[in-house]
């Protein structure tokens, strides 16, 4: 055998090796983590869990309903305020202003949010929110969260509308179509499967944030939906219950850390479910 070939196998069978050695590393951690959620966390989960509040110190009976509706309303709401704004500024920079100085700004300040940590959003929400209103509030939480969804939808949006063909958006044009109806019933269906997974990749990017939420949200004890006021979510009950020395609020944390990491599971495989049929389409 040539001894350059067969040194380049071993080297090939070498690097092959390191490359799955460290998939496995990955893996590995990840079917720990997996593990001990739901070891510590499916011990806790019953009818309660969903159907009651959160209970008081030393209390042995209660749930996280009260969290749990907290966390859906804010989520809900910080994605439907982000998720439009996203959508219009990823549509301008793939659309309108390709070239332009004005897209470079945009760019490079969407790069900065996306890499900020959520910590530093919360505190200038919180310097820009909470201290005029003179108190916490779930109102506050949304706008945290809508802060940290809309650089993802925007480069989520700009790199899907910059996959649909441009002789598609030509000969709509040439039929006499204008600007804003070739963008709606061209682009925005070409890319429809693609755009929806930005919503869901940015939904599950805030479904368990709890930094901007200790500053603007913070939590309480009781149900309530009034948004001008602090609310129960499960990010930050968890965190409280945690640090707490009740053997029931730590169990409930358990069960609420896993409530948060299925539900965030199941929106990254449907957005791989709707990207796996984009990239079929």
């Not at 509308?161 to 204008?178: D, H, I, T, Y």
């Amino acid at each position: 055998m040539n001894p350059i070939y067969s040194s380049r196998k071993r080297f090939d069978i070498v690097v092959r090796a390191l490359c799955v050695g460290a998939a496995l590393f990955g893996v590995t951690w990840l079917a720990l983590i997996l593990f001990t959620l739901f070891y510590n966390g499916l011990a806790g989960i019953n009818f309660a869990v969903f159907y009651q509040d959160t209970p008081p110190p030393g209390s042995t009976e209660g749930g996280l309903r009260n969290a749990i509706v907290g966390s859906i309303i804010m989520t809900v709401i910080g994605v439907g305020i982000g998720a439009p704004l996203g959508l219009f500024a990823g549509t301008y920079l793939a659309e309108y202003g390709k070239h332009d100085k004005l897209t470079s700004i945009i760019r490079f300040i969407n790069d900065i949010l996306l890499s900020a940590p959520s910590i530093i959003i919360g505190l200038f929400v919180y310097g820009a929110i909470v201290v005029p209103m003179g108190g916490f509030s779930a109102f506050a939480g949304c706008l945290a969260l809508a802060v940290i969804v809309i650089p993802v939808v925007v480069r989520t949006t700009e790199d899907m509308l910059g996959l649909v063909p441009n002789p598609l958006r030509e000969a709509a044009s040439a039929l006499g179509l204008p600007r804003s109806l070739v963008i709606r019933r061209i682009a925005y269906r070409a890319a429809r499967s693609g755009l929806i997974t930005g919503v869901l990749l940015a939904t599950a990017r805030v479904a368990g944030e709890t930094a901007p939420l200790l500053f603007t949200a913070l939590s309480n004890q009781f149900f309530s939906l009034n948004l001008t006021k602090t609310m129960a979510n499960l990010p930050v009950t968890i965190n409280n219950f945690v640090q707490s020395p009740y053997v029931y609020w730590k169990q409930l944390a358990w069960s609420g850390a896993l409530l948060i990491t299925l539900t965030v599971l199941a929106l990254n495989i449907g957005a791989r479910i709707l990207g796996a049929e984009r990239t079929a389409k």
